[in-house]
């Protein structure tokens, strides 16, 4: 934290009663220091801390918003934006590490890596893990093009703790079954940069974009928004000017406000560009098109999971394996129908006027050739 002045323990005075974070800052101090501070070491002594600790036994998330409330002076914040966490708290900024919480309202995070290393603990909720490889071919700027695999799935309970190694050595996302999820992270301070991640594309970090770009996403957003006539020559001009990082975000972005593919084609011609990595972005956008669920609306854990699965691009023996494990007193066809049922009785999806479930049916037509037709589909697609 190169802007404190003030040390860990002056900041640790504010949040003093939190006992379960000073008790945690005193030990990964300890058993840091006896290892001379190696980086490399640094996960597995904040794993080995928050596995003794239990924090998710304590009462420390009541403890936190208590002493929040009571707060006239937090430690530095990490991050003053919700883009990780809704919100991020940082309880203990010290020299030469950090203590965040985040809350989690979204279904799920980007595909990620991180700039850091050190170790995260579910503290409340159920989440699924996948856990990804990225085969990078070209590079330009901050882009690669490539090929992102999906390693492994697995369902995480409160209290389970994972390691977070830098860069490409762990890349995954979490998907946050529950609502409310809630989970902590031990973590050095930044060491390298943080990247999201595409089927086809490692992009760094639109954190990373300049204040310039920033304002001219806002004014992107207010000429579409307007249907400005001005529109699309502004995004050309900007597109000019830009090398290939600022551009893919602009474009990215610019999707998001219109969910418009074919002004995205007409824009990029519009500035005489040809991006090596055009054609990846815009399968990105189709893609994005095929499905048509709003999963922050989903707040029911099962139906969150099956979603989850669903979109994790799993096949269907894995995820009759992980919903077995989630739910192992019924079969997985009963559980998987219950949960349609519901996303369905809620609104968020309809057999009979959305076209984009194909992911459901086929799943439930692949679950039937396995044999797992033990009960009636009724509940789900009438
Ligand atoms: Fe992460």
Known sequence: MAHMNRTGNDYLADFVSLKEITGIVKQVNELWKKEDYSIGLFGKIAYDVLKKSELHKEKLIENVLKKTAQAKLLPPQLSMERNFGYPPITLYAGDKFIIDIYFWVDPHTAVHNHSFTGAWVLLQGASLHNKFT???????GGISTGKLSLESSELIKNGDINIIKPDSELIHQVWHLSCPS??????????????IYFPNLEVLSPEYLSKTTIKKVHLMQFLAESAHPLEKSFIANSLKNSDDFNSFWLLHKYFGFTKNISKIHEIIKLSGQNYPWQADLIELFQSSHQVNLDLRSIRDEGARLFCALLFSTLDTEQIVKIIKEYAPDRSPLETATNWIGRLEKSGLISFS????????????????????HQTTQSAAVN
């Open 182 to 195: 809630v989970s902590l992270v031990i973590r050095t301070a930044i060491n390298s940069k943080l990247r």
């Open 134 to 140: 990225f085969k990078a071919g070209s590079t330009y």
């Open 353 to 372: 006027q959305n076209k984009n479930i194909a992911p459901v049916l086929k799943f439930l037509h692949e679950a039937g050739k396995l044999g797992l």
